[in-house]
């Protein structure tokens, strides 16, 4: 290791016999040395420290800014908490490190503000904590209500579903939709927009009231129903947690606006405290260079000095020291002037720890010129994504500098520095020619930087011209004047202004073209715009009328009607009341008709003035009078149609009761006559034993056999008998249920046993096979006798138009089954002769047939039709094409609605019927031609 040695101890041995002068410069040398040494220490252990620490903190505010959003997007507790502690975590790390500055800066009042500013946003912080809980804890209430309120609704609806008396159809129905109406309004209440909440909470209040009607008065069972509703179903929770939640959310949204302003209000402090602390190494820096100056000027006049006295010790002071000092002081003016130069570091003492202290500092001086240059780059970057093009440019109008946007701007891919801006840019008035000077474009310039002006103009690109809107602004860069140009294209603003232009002459072509009378006042009644048919209508000139005021235009207006008075008061009264909106049927004095419409309209949300608007009636109200005469007229001619039908209908009725006695005595025939066979026999036999117990010839034999007989002969009596009975109630049943609307529970098919047993004559008579697949247990609560009309209308329509031909056999096939939503779908086909598309589109049609004449009435299937739709509640298709049969397929519900009795058989208000479609199955049809 090599000794070190002072410069103080070299110039003291190598002086000793010197002069005080000498002896003198020594010290001041030595002085000036430790001066030098102490403000180096000084800048590395205070300043440099201080300068990194604000850098710290700078970077831990512009942290602290990026997490706020973090904290605001929390959905959950736990996500609200992780974010709150990281803020919380950063501000504390802000915190720390303000502490570590306030013992290297004291007093500083940019320290005291980055304190106040951090201080606010902590204050902040806990309060948008607070509120982004309460946010989270109101959603999850919103969400766990609602969820409620589902449940609570569903147990409603199956409560409802299930049967009990005092319920009817259409209140269970109105239940029904009430019920659904208000699971649509809670879906709705997480997504509605505020404004509309009141609404959508009074129509939330109207569906529980119908449903609440529809109960009204149908007993405990229903009350039993009433309970299970939880009174938030009413509305009032789910509405006000959601009212809360969006006054949170706003809450939440001003004090996150207030945390932002205070968190960029803190790097603003931040960046200022970075900026001082530079500024102090700086400034210590050239205190320290004017010192080495100082010091090396007194130390060489020192020197001189020393050379009168002594030139040895000139020289050695020269090559130990001021040699050196002058190394360093160069390389120390040439790095401020912006020039590499190494600095020397030879030795072991006081210069070559300056010299190693110098280079410290010129290391750090250039990392920071490096984060300046950083930063240049990304305000340029900044700059360049702008869309407005920025040029500056000098006092001669060159361009010095221009940024990307506006490069793009004028179609340009080189450099535009350089370029004259008259050039680029043009007046409105006089564009010119690219390169033809640039005198009246620097006028405008200066103008707009004086008055701070937005100055059209117009700009090439690519040889063509475009318009642009142009700002100025003059700065002082670097002791020279320089103008900020910010130039933005305005083609599209002006091509939809030009539209607009286009509209509004459109616009009023259309006002001019439009039948109708139109004309706009101001507030004063003063005519902004009208149409000439306005007048017209009235009779008036046009050409005079824009030219009258309010109080003429109304008198000269009302001298036209047959009611002048009334239509001054009707007219008063409106502008009486702004507000006013009115409609009226004016007659005038020649006896037209004119439809009056006026109301006010509003600017900015304040009424500006009143539309008025005539429409002449005269005949429309006169082809109006028609019709209703034609309709009075049609009206009656329908009630003696339906009268007519009404009587056929009841005829078909006892037709249809005199069809089912034929066929009650047919059935009861057989039973009843082998009954009285029996009957005979038993008396004869009586009549026989008598006779042998008289003339005393009974034996034992004969009386066993007489038993015997009696046996059987009575066992067959009581079968046949029973036999009778049961097919006598069996009919008795049919024949009331065809007569009557009576509505009860029944077997389908047992029912439609019965009801084919009254058509057995007939359809014993034919050749053809009835196949019946019913299955037992399809228990229906519906109305039997609607069910009998309709297999019995059916089957017969078959038997007589699909099987023209008597002696050719068939097939008929009637089933059954369960559909969806439990509905009953029946089914009628046949393998006859099929339909047209012509009779198959008017098949339900009342009184069509194809048997005209041949005893067919035209209202068999149509009866079928409105007992399907009307009674039962169902709908019926036909499957058919000629020659393919015809296949009817009637689908009713399992329990029939009771609001369906209301329509009378045989009525419809339908005029056409018809739902026949084609044939889905060609090789399974039904019946032919209606009846």
Not at 424 to 429: D, F, K
Not at 485 to 493: A, C, G, P
Not at 772 to 797: K, Q, T, W
Request: hydrophobic fraction near 45%; charged fraction near 20%.
């Amino acid at each position: 290791m090599t000794r070190r040695i002072t410069v103080g101890a070299r110039l003291l041995g190598a002086f000793l016999a010197t002069a005080l002068i000498s002896v003198a410069a020594s010290a001041v040398g030595l002085l000036s040395f430790q001066a030098v040494e102490r403000s180096q220490r000084a800048i590395m252990d205070e300043a440099l420290p201080a300068q990194a620490l604000a850098h710290a903190l700078a970077e831990g505010a512009q942290a602290l800014v990026a997490l706020a959003p973090q904290l605001v997007m929390a959905h959950t507790d736990v996500e609200r908490r992780s974010a709150s502690d990281r803020i919380r975590t950063q501000a504390q790390g802000l915190e720390d490190l303000l502490a570590r500055l306030r013992p290297r800066v004291p007093s500083s009042p940019l320290l005291e503000d980055v304190a106040r500013r951090r201080a606010d946003l902590v204050a902040t912080l806990s309060v948008l904590d607070q509120q982004i809980a309460e946010r989270i804890v109101l959603e999850r209430s919103l969400r766990e209500r609602l969820d409620e309120s589902r449940r609570a609704l569903e147990v409603a609806r199956l409560e409802v579903e299930r049967p009990f008396p005092g319920l009817s159809a259409e209140a269970r129905i109105a239940a029904r939709l009430g019920l659904s109406e208000i699971r649509a309004f809670l879906e709705q209440i997480p997504t509605v927009p505020l404004g509309r909440l009141p609404d959508l909470r009074t129509a939330h209040g109207a569906a529980l009231a119908r449903v609440n009607a529809a109960l009204a008065g149908s007993g405990a069972a229903l009350s039993d129903y009433l309970a299970v509703l939880p009174p938030d179903v009413a509305g009032a929770d789910p509405y006000a947690l959601r009212e809360r939640q969006d006054a949170v959310r706003r809450r939440t949204d001003a004090l996150l606006t207030a945390y932002t302003r205070y968190a960029f209000r803190l790097v603003f402090a931040a960046s200022a405290l970075v900026h001082d602390s530079e500024t102090a190494i700086l400034e210590a820096a050239r205190k320290q260079q004017h010192t080495l100056v100082r010091m090396g000027g007194l130390l060489l006049g020192l020197a001189v000095l020393s050379l009168v006295t002594a030139g040895l010790l000139g020289f050695y002071a020269h090559r130990t020291v001021i040699r050196r000092l002058g190394a360093l002081r160069h390389s120390m003016a040439a790095h401020v002037t912006g020039h590499a130069v190494p600095v020397p570091s030879t030795g072991n003492d006081e210069i070559s720890d300056m010299a190693a202290a110098l280079k410290d500092l010129l290391a750090t001086i250039a990392a920071r010129e490096g984060d300046l240059r950083a930063s240049e780059a990304h305000l340029r970057a900044v700059i360049d994504a702008v869309p407005e093009g920025i040029l500056s440019v000098d006092a001669s109008g060159t361009v010095i500098a221009a940024s990307r946007s506006a490069q793009d701007l004028f179609g340009q891919t080189a450099s535009l520095v350089g370029t004259s801006l008259g050039r680029l840019v043009a007046p409105p008035g006089n564009p010119g020619i690219p390169g033809t000077g640039n005198e009246s474009v620097l006028a405008m310039m200066e103008r707009a930087a004086h008055t701070h002006q937005v100055m059209g103009v117009y700009c090439w690109r690519a040889r063509t011209m475009f318009p642009a809107d142009m700002s100025a602004h003059v700065l002082d860069h670097a002791g020279r004047r320089v103008t900020v140009v910010t130039l933005s294209d305005t083609s599209e603003r002006h091509r939809a202004e030009a539209e607009r232009a286009h509209f509004l002459a459109l616009l009023a072509a259309a006002q001019e073209a439009s039948v109708d009378g139109l004309m706009v006042t101001d507030r004063e009644g003063t005519i902004i715009t009208s149409n000439r048919r306005f007048h017209e209508l009235l009779g008036l000139d046009p050409d005079r009328m824009v030219t009258y005021a309010q109080p003429r235009r109304a008198q000269m207006s009302g001298e036209t009607m047959a009611d002048p008075q009334s239509f001054l008061n009707l007219y008063q009264g409106v502008l009486a009341s702004p507000e006013a909106v009115a409609a009226d049927t004016l007659v005038l004095a020649d006896g037209r008709l004119l439809e009056g419409y006026t109301a006010p309209f509003r600017v900015g949300g304040a009424i500006a003035g009143r539309l008025w608007s005539l429409r002449d009636i005269t005949e429309r109200e006169r082809v109006r009078a028609d019709l209703t005469r034609a309709k009075d007229a049609a009206e009656k001619a329908l009630a003696d149609l339906r009268d007519a039908q009404g009587h056929l209908v009841e005829a078909e009725k006892m037709a249809s009761l005199g069809q089912l006695v034929a066929g009650v005595a047919h059935e009861i025939n057989t039973p009843v006559g082998i009954a009285v066979t029996a009957a005979s026999l038993i008396a004869d036999e009586t009549r026989a034993l008598r006779q042998q117990v008289e003339n005393d010839t009974l034996r034992r034999s004969s009386f066993l056999a007489f038993l015997e007989q009696i046996e059987e002969a009575s066992t067959l009596l009581l079968a046949n008998t029973e036999r009778a009975s049961e097919l006598i109630q069996s009919f008795k049943q049919v024949a009331v249920d065809q007569t009557s609307d009576e509505r009860r529970r029944f077997d389908l098919a047992h029912y439609t046993h019965e009801v084919l047993l009254s058509l057995g004559p007939p359809l014993r008579k034919a050749p053809h096979r009835l196949d019946v697949e019913i299955p037992e247990g399809l228990i229906l609560d519906s109305y039997p006798g609607a069910f009998a009309r309709i297999i019995a209308n059916l089957v017969m329509n078959a038997l007589i138009h699909a099987f023209p031909d008597p002696a050719t056999p068939g097939v008929l096939r009637l089933s059954a089954q369960v559909g969806a939503d439990d509905q009953i779908e029946m089914t009628v086909a046949d393998s006859g002769v099929g339909m047209s598309a012509e009779v198959r589109r008017r098949l339900f049609d009342p009184f069509f047939t194809t048997r005209r004449g041949q005893g067919g009435s035209g209202l068999g299937l149509n009866i079928v039709y409105n007992l399907v739709t009307h009674t039962l509640g169902g709908r019926i298709e036909v499957d058919t094409f000629p020659g393919g049969g015809s296949r009817f397929l009637v689908t009713v519900p399992r329990i029939a609605p009771l609001s369906r009795l209301a329509a009378p058989e045989g009525t419809s208000d339908d005029p056409t019927p018809s739902r026949a479609r084609g044939p889905r199955d060609p090789g399974l049809a039904l019946l032919g031609p209606t009846s």
